[in-house]
């Protein structure tokens, strides 16, 4: 009797024992497998926030609207490089330019520079520079280059007055109405041809480039 009673609170323990593992087992299993899908959950977003591509707008470029130097001047309108330059051979313009390097210097009879000048070796003085030989007196330079009109009249352009005779004076068109000489008052200065004594004793001009 005794032996029997203790075989069935054997058999009931462990009918208890296998049903406690039993559920052990099934809450293990369940644990697992949430976190597996919790895991699975956050390995899948962060697997999104990697992926994830941001595009963003293009950029349109803008078309190039600024011109070259070159390309504006096709426009029509000259280069303002200096005021003597208005349609005129840069060599007469040289000519002019030049010749103001002499300002100053003291006019003596029959001078041909570079210290001192009268007026036909001032002008030949400062065309010899450019390769040019005038006459020296200022009635044999007259003959020189062509003919020019008064209202033509170019920088470089040599004129000529009736000063101490027949074209006895000559002097360098520099524009502007105005042209530098030898004057035999005292020095290379500029002089307006509109002045009265130069206005009424002016005899024309010749271009010789």
């Known amino acids: 009797m005794i032996s029997k009673r203790k075989i069935l609170t054997k058999a009931v ?15 293990s299993i369940s644990a697992d497998t949430s976190a597996k899908t919790k895991q699975g959950v956050v390995l899948k977003t962060s ?20 011109q070259s130097s070159r390309s504006s001047n096709t426009t029509g309108k000259k280069n303002t490089n ?4 208005r349609g005129v051979n840069k060599s007469s313009s040289q000519v002019a330019n030049y010749a103001c390097n002499f300002l100053g210097r003291p006019y003596v009879y029959g001078a041909n ?12 003085y400062v065309y010899r520079h450019f390769g040019v030989s005038l ?11 062509s ?9 470089g352009d040599l004129v000529f007055f009736n000063t101490v005779g027949y ?7 520099i524009g502007g109405g105005d042209f530098i ?13 509109s002045e009265g004594y130069y206005r009424t004793r002016y005899a024309g001009a010749r271009r010789v480039f």
């Open 47 to 66: 697997e999104l926030k990697v992926n994830k591509v941001i595009v963003s707008p293009k950029k349109v470029e803008e078309p190039n609207t600024v």
């Open 135 to 145: 006459p020296r007196t200022a009635k044999s330079q007259f003959s020189a280059g």
């Open 167 to 173: 074209l006895g004076h000559v002097g360098l068109y």
């Open 82 to 85: 200096s005021s003597i330059n």
């Open 13 to 27: 323990a462990i009918t208890v024992v296998c049903a406690a593992v039993a559920m052990v087992g099934a809450e």
């Open 181 to 193: 000489h030898a004057a035999s008052s005292g020095m290379v200065k500029i002089s307006s041809l």
């Open 147 to 155: 003919a020019v009109s008064r209202d033509n009249l170019a920088p």
């Open 113 to 124: 520079g570079p210290n001192a000048f009268d007026c036909s070796g001032f002008t030949s």
